[in-house]
């Protein structure tokens, strides 16, 4: 939590005044005085670890190794700070001038270090913190997985970035909002609830109804077929879609340019009517990451249900 206004304007009165008037023993006025200057600046975020960071200032220098967060980072207006981004950080377009410093699994340490960054942004289960850590570089590691993460990262970035709400992240949300709920008004009545599964990765990886993307799924009316009770993005048999037999399949694994049926697979529904959506990389990229593009996924999957609809 940073210096509460109240808090930060009586440091600034009473240092001021005393800087002003010498009315306070030299050590005491001296502690005062840089007291009042900079606490202005000074900022303190707890991030998803539940580690506490304390910044004497807003980071100018920023490493990013989530392509979420690098995303989220530039939607608040804030690229310019970037001097990093890890391999797979492609959006915004100017980001992919930056050095690329390895994978959020796997960075380059030293890479990492020549940039002198302020502050490094990664997931929670990047192994790479406590290295970082001891070398002396701060870390602030946040991971969104629902739509109320992306609210509540942003905000946290927004902290850290030191930009007040009305300007930054909850009027950003508003509009991420506003633009889902938009997308899902604009289908037509007879898109609520089609059956869809949504398969992320071959294996079958699929998106559950407890993923991000599984809430966009509800809230555009329809029914997902991989219930919550079986985790956010689980490892199905393949049987299993066969059984649930939807009416709709989408498939956002960038990987895969045309949709490889699994055994059996022949006799589902989608598969006979041919109501399939294989999206290409680029909307892959939108489809399966929890950031500011969330209200673009919804538009992608709502043309989806409306053309395989019609």
């Given amino acids: ?54 910044f004497a200032q807003s980071p100018q220098r920023i490493v990013s190794l989530l392509p979420s967060l690098t995303e989220s980072v530039c939607a608040l207006d804030q690229c310019e700070r970037l001097v990093g981004v890890d391999r797979y950080s492609n959006y915004p377009a100017s980001v992919r001038r930056l050095p690329v410093v390895g994978g959020g699994l796997d960075p380059n340490i030293e890479s990492i270090v020549a940039l002198k960054p302020d502050v490094v942004l990664l997931a929670t289960s990047s192994r790479a913190g406590l290295r970082l850590e001891s070398l002396g570089i701060k870390v602030v590691a946040l991971e969104p997985k629902s739509h109320a993460d992306v609210r509540r990262v942003l905000g946290k970035l927004g902290q850290l970035l030191d930009i007040p709400d009305e300007q930054g992240a909850e009027r ?52 997902n077929v991989v219930p919550a009770a079986l985790g956010p993005f689980p490892r199905l048999n393949p049987e299993f879609v066969v059984r649930a037999n939807p009416d709709v399949i989408m498939v956002g694994n960038r990987a895969m340019q045309a949709m490889v049926p699994y055994p059996g697979w022949s006799g589902i529904k989608a598969v006979r009517a041919q109501r399939i959506c294989v999206f290409s990389p680029e909307e892959s990229d939108v489809l399966v990451r929890p950031s500011p593009r969330m209200a673009e996924a919804a538009r992608i999957m709502a043309r989806c249900l409306e053309n395989k609809t019609r």
């Avoid at 809430?215 to 029914?223: A, D, F, I």
């Fill in 1 to 54: 939590m940073r210096f509460s206004l109240v808090s930060l304007a009586l440091w600034e009165r009473v240092g001021v005044r005393a800087c002003s008037l010498g009315h306070h023993p030299a050590a005491s006025l001296l502690l005062l005085c840089l007291v009042a200057l900079t606490s202005a600046h000074a900022l303190q975020l707890t991030d998803d670890r539940g580690v506490s960071i304390t």
């Fill in 172 to 223: 950003l949300w508003r509009v991420i909002d506003t633009s889902v709920s938009a997308a899902a008004q604009s289908l037509p009545a007879k898109t609520r609830n089609m059956r869809v599964y949504f398969e992320v990765s071959r294996g079958p990886y699929a998106a559950g109804e407890s993923s991000f993307i599984g809430e966009t799924l509800t809230r555009l009316g329809v029914k």
